[in-house]
């Protein structure tokens, strides 16, 4: 930061060895010393961004120092055109996280507070953050920033240079939690005392118009399903990226008259009203204004969300008719639809029709599967637990946080603190966390 000073030219003894200077002893007028400064590096780098509305981290620098230190000269750092926001960020023990901007008005967007640096204490252990801002597909840094600390050496700039204080590790470019992979669980295919019918699922055996089974045989199915043209499918990043059938509805087969697929299981996107499943001949499963109907009676009062995936179970025992419904969230909440209505036997049916021709609903569809008598709660469960594995995102518990993806914590007593127990020169903790599985973001931990 400072021009080096060679020794004076009549300075034998300082040539061979630093003297400790005794200024009313020294012959060479000196008018003043500058310790040497301890700073650190940024380097460069370049990561591609997803603008999501507002800022995210997309990469950080962790660092581990010696000492605390404030920094100098901030004014002079700030890039030119910066295409991200630079942040200095700092832990303690209990998980307070002190962050502070050292540029503004870029194109950020947060949703808590991210004051300007000023000159607060920086513990040790901390980090540099590169957020997004708007209208930015790339952040960058093409030459390395050099940032100054409080930190001074122990000799002048006669006899040292500057030095570093401390070594970034390495870039850091993941910040979410990471998701169960499908474990390749199955639905109950061999339940106890009950007959399995077939099971369809929409990435196995869809070909041209034909959509055959995955499992079960001739038990129930005595043929494929079959749609007026060629079976639509496409993928859905909502569902893990799995396999759906758009269309054509309605998908239609024979089916065996003698069996009675008294409890039929369906995951199914709701886009509009309509006929969902018709076993010719007997019963209807229909949905009116986000309502489940059965032969036109209503199966409950609570509405289905357009857009949205459920697991329909829809049982006929004893005479009676019931649907469960789970929506294909976080946590697979159950509507359970206690209306029972009055049913007949569905022995008898000659086809089931996937939509029906007249009045079809507008859904897509993965799996069907088809049973003689309403499952045990252990197969359900089964059947529950085969639908998350497959179709759900979801987190692993306790949550592991990727290597580097959060600076280490600094001890207590590092922390300055007044009277009242709150850290000085204007530190105040951020409290945040991170999520992310390709979604939102609460903040940066």
């Known amino acids: 930061m400072y021009p080096l000073v060679p020794p004076p030219l009549n300075d034998t003894g300082a040539q061979s060895w630093p003297r400790q200077l005794q200024r009313w002893l020294d012959v060479n007028p000196i008018s003043k010393l500058t310790r040497t400064q301890g700073y650190f ?5 370049s990561v591609n961004v997803t603008w999501l509305g507002y800022s995210d981290i997309v990469a950080a620098f962790n660092y581990e120092g010696p000492s605390n230190f404030s920094l100098n000269g901030i004014g002079t750092l ?38 300007l640096y000023t000159g607060q204490v920086i513990m040790a252990n901390f980090r540099l953050e590169i957020w997004s801002v708007a209208n930015q597909a790339v952040a960058s840094q093409s030459s390395s920033l050099t940032l100054y600390t409080s930190v001074l050496g122990k ?55 034909l959509w055959t089974e995955k499992a079960g045989g001739s038990t129930f199915f005595t043929a494929n399903l079959a749609a007026g043209s060629n079976i639509i499918t ?47 001949g007997t019963s209807t499963l229909s949905i009116t204004a986000g309502i489940l109907y059965s032969d036109g009676s209503s ?15 829809w049982w006929n025992f004893s005479g009676y008719v019931q649907a ?57 469960q089964t059947n529950l637990n085969y639908f998350m594995d497959r179709y759900l995102a979801q987190f692993a518990l306790p949550f592991v946080w990727p290597v580097g993806s959060y600076s280490q914590p600094n001890s207590p007593s590092f922390i300055p603190l007044n009277n009242n127990n709150i850290p000085i020169s204007g530190n105040q903790p951020i409290e945040s966390i991170y999520i992310s599985s390709g979604g939102g973001v609460l903040g940066a931990g």
Request: net charge negative; hydrophobic share 40%; charged share 10%.
């Open 234 to 280: 496409t993928t859905d990043s909502t569902i893990k990226n799995n396999t759906e059938i758009t269309g054509p509805l309605p998908i239609v087969g024979p089916v065996q008259s003698s069996f009675n697929p008294a409890d039929i299981w369906i995951m199914l996107k709701y886009n509009g009203d309509g006929k969902i499943l018709v076993l010719q």
């Open 324 to 380: 469960n419904i789970w929506e294909v969230n976080g946590l697979m909440t159950n509507k359970a639809y206690s209306s029972n209505v009055t049913g007949v036997s569905r022995t008898g049916s000659t086809n089931l029709w996937v939509g029906y021709a007249a009045g079809s609903a507008s859904i897509n569809v993965t799996d069907i599967l088809v049973y003689s008598q309403i499952l045990q709660a252990a197969d359900q």
């Open 78 to 115: 700030i890039p030119l055109n910066p295409n991200y926001l630079c942040c200095i960020s700092w832990r303690d023990n209990n998980g307070h996280i002190y962050r502070y901007a050292l540029w503004q008005n870029v194109g950020e967007v947060f949703f808590f507070d991210v004051p």
């Open 299 to 313: 199966l409950g009062n609570t509405p289905l969300t357009i857009g949205a995936w459920y697991v329909i179970e």
């Open 155 to 209: 000799q002048d700039y006669r006899w040292a240079t500057d030095f570093v204080l401390v070594n970034p590790d390495t870039i850091s470019t993941n910040f979410s939690v990471g998701l169960i992979s499908t474990q390749g669980l199955s639905p109950q295919l061999a339940p106890a005392g009950v007959t399995f019918g077939g099971w369809l699922r929409a990435d196995i055996n869809v070909a041209g118009s």
């Open 41 to 45: 590096v940024m380097p460069t780098f």
